[in-house]
Every structure is written in C-alpha cells, then in structure tokens.
C-alpha cells in the first residue's frame, strides 16, 4: 500500500504540462528527495548517449556533495546496467572511487523509458535515476520501482502522436469481449454468498474479477480481484489478459504464493515498463471451520467483518504490486470465515473517489457503511456500497474504476 499510496501522489506531479522529459524527470526526481519520507538523502538523474556508449549526469541534487557535472558512466566498465535491463531496478553498493569519495556507499537505481539498442547488440534504458539513502532497502527498492514506472508511462503517454490516440477503433467489440469475460455477479457455494461487480469510469474498465473452479471440483472456489494501472483501453487489456492467465494457472492447482510469484515474472515479460497491477486472490472451501487462504499483492487490504467480535480487521498485503520487480516474493495468509462474517474485497476506486473539495471518500466511510449494513445480503451490501461512493462523489472531477466483491458466510 505504501507503494500505491507514493503512486497517486506522484500522478498529481506528473499531470502538469512540462516543457520537456528533462523538466518532468528533474521534478519529479526533486518530490522524491524533498517531499517522500522514504530516508533518500540525494538523487541523480543519467541519461544514455547510444553513441557512446555511456551514461551521462543530467541532474543532481539532495544533501550530499555534488558530481562533477562532466562525469560519465561507460557501459563497458559498469556491467551493472545490463542488471538494471533485466531487473529494472537494483540495490547496490557503490564500487566506483569518485562517487565514494563524494560519500556515496550504497544506493538504488532504477531504468526508466525505452530500452535503447547498442551497437553491442544489448539494450539499456534511455534513462536512470539513481538514489542514495540512509536506509538501503527494499521499501526504497519498491518505491523507486513505483517511481520509475510512473515516470515511464507518462513518458510514453506524452511521445504519442494526436493520431495515434485517435486510434482507439473497434472499442465497441473490446467492450462486449470484457464483458463477456467477466463471470456472473452472483455466486453461491457451499454455504458461501458472493456478490461482485465493476463499474468502469471509461467505456473499459482496468479493475477486474473473477470467480475460479478448479476442475471438477466442489470444495474450492478462487476468487480475485484486480487493478491494472491506468485507465482505459490499455489497461482493460492488460486486465483480461491477467484474468487469462489466472485462469490457465489455477489448472495447476500451484500453492497461491507461486501462483503470484509465477504471475509477477510473467507480466514483467509480457507488459512494457509503465505497466503494472495489484491482485487480491482467496480461495474458499467446504471447510467447516471457513478457512480461507489468500495472498494480496499490493491491493487494497480488503475488509472483514467478524460477526462473533462484531469488529473489524484488514488484510494487508503478502507482497507488493505484480509486474516491475520481477523477483518479488509473495507469502500466503489465512483467516476463518464463520457464519455471519462478511469479507468486503474492492479496488481503490471506491476509497479513493473524491467529492467537489478533492477530498477522498477512504476506509473509515467504507467501515462505518459496512457495520450498518452487515445484516444485508452480500448483494444488497455490495449496492448499499456504491450507493454511498455515488452519492459522495456525485459532483467530482475524478473517478476511477470502481470493483467490490463481498464474501458473506450463511451456513
């Protein structure tokens, strides 16, 4: 969530009208050293010089001594770079004896923009931002992935041609093959209720669930729910093509952790680097004690209604956002559903849904609906939800998809 939550923030920078790539890498670069608490003392921003064969300083700045502005980084001498082209983003200690002697020790880096082929035959990032920090680890690790991926995207989006996003044909037919795609809403199974529908804020929607069988079986049921990047076309896309893949994967019957981390590698291969999602998947069973396993990778923590404590609890992520790191590792978790408990899954278009003042609609209004309705059906629940998200954002100048799936136990 932290990840998610440094990516909305940045939106609002990058959204602003930049004279060139160099002015939108530079501030956004200086948001990151001045304004995220994520401990980064300085930052440089490099830019690849093909010719060359070498990346050149393009920026610098934070607490730490500065670079003469002349200095290169060759690509023969820095195997490193070609780490950074398969991994995206690395965490090193420095080996270079200027950059140490300028108290840089340890630091991460990150590739943003196209891949450039050489003359080598290799392909590097056109650019790189690279970090130092008090804390070298992998929150900084994940949170300069964010950065870069964010920065990549609007990238891409702003070297579009007027024509090429004119281009958006047959968007009709794209519309029923995502609909069609998308299960029932209702669901019964054994003794379990589920309700689940999307709503998209464009004509295609990035959010997207599932309900998944597994073979001829009765006493398992998967069911995820997701959140591609972005909005639109490209991202519904990249959601059915998700959905796709789940489904081939749970013919496998693969533990939850190696389905993500399968999962993760594969979108990391498939999708270019402005491109990435989170997924909630669980699954239930004909157990009698309602165990349900699950593994959230940088989704929103869905919420669960204990009907006993009548209290509630989240359940947090078991891993970051699928697709920029591809050698993240994801771990399984485990609650009990008893009868009369209540599991809310939903994406951020629903917290984050903003009245006229920009303000967010979040969890404590989205707590405070669900105690005052756990009484309902899953499907009057999921309603009674959006109902409120509608009414509260009604007059807005920003959506986003809209997903809830609600779990209710009966018997």
Do not use: C
């Not at 730490?64 to 002349?70: N, R, Y």
């Not at 771990?331 to 003042?357: H, M, P, Q, W, Y």
């Not at 009057?380 to 959506?399: A, C, P």
């Amino acid at each position: 969530m932290k990840q998610k939550k440094l990516y909305r923030a940045l939106e609002t920078v990058v959204s602003k009208r930049f004279q060139s790539e160099k002015e939108l890498l530079v501030e956004v670069l200086n948001q990151v050293v001045d304004n995220f608490h994520i401990h980064i003392t300085g930052g440089r921003l490099w830019k690849l010089n093909p010719n060359k064969e070498q990346f050149e300083l393009l920026y610098q700045t934070g607490n730490v001594e500065k670079i003469d502005p002349s200095f290169i980084l060759t690509i023969k001498e820095n195997p490193i770079f070609e780490k950074i082209t398969n991994e995206r983003t690395i965490l090193a200690a420095e080996t270079n004896n200027y950059l140490i002697n300028k108290g840089i020790f340890r630091y991460s880096a990150s590739g943003v923009g196209e891949k450039k082929k050489l003359a080598n035959g290799k392909r590097y990032y056109e650019y790189m931002i690279a970090v130092n920090s008090t804390e070298v680890n992998d929150e900084l690790y994940y949170s300069l992935n964010v950065v870069a991926t964010l920065l990549t995207s609007k990238i891409n989006d702003n070297r579009l041609t007027s024509r090429q996003r004119e281009m958006l044909s047959d968007l009709d037919a794209a519309k029923e093959l995502q609909k069609s795609i998308l299960p029932e809403h209702e669901l019964n199974f054994n003794g379990y209720e589920v309700f689940g529908v999307t709503v998209p804020a464009k004509i295609m929607s990035g959010d997207y669930f599932d309900y998944l069988k597994f073979g001829s079986e009765t006493d398992r049921m998967g069911i995820v729910v997701g959140d591609a990047a972005s909005k639109g076309l490209s991202a519904a896309a990249e959601a059915m093509y998700i959905t796709g893949a789940i489904r081939m994967a749970v013919n496998f019957e693969i533990k939850i952790s190696a389905l993500l981390n399968r999962l993760n590698k594969i979108i990391n291969q498939i999708f270019s680097d402005d491109r990435f999602t989170t997924l909630f998947y669980g699954e239930i069973s004909n157990d009698e004690k309602g165990l349900f396993l699950y593994g959230n990778a940088g989704h929103n923590p869905p919420i669960f209604y204990s009907h006993k404590s009548k209290k509630l609890k989240y359940l947090n992520t078991t891993g970051p956002l699928l697709g920029p790191a591809p050698n993240a590792k994801y771990k399984t978790d485990s609650i009990n559903i008893r009868v009369g408990d209540v599991l809310v899954i939903f994406s951020d278009g629903i917290v984050e849904a903003a009245d006229t003042n920009f303000d967010f609609y979040e969890e404590k209004k989205l707590e405070k609906i669900i105690l005052e309705n756990v009484h309902l059906t899953a499907k009057e629940l999921t309603y009674k939800i959006l109902d409120d998200v509608n009414k509260f954002s009604r007059f807005g100048k920003y959506t986003d998809d809209k997903t809830i799936v609600i779990i209710k136990r009966n018997s």
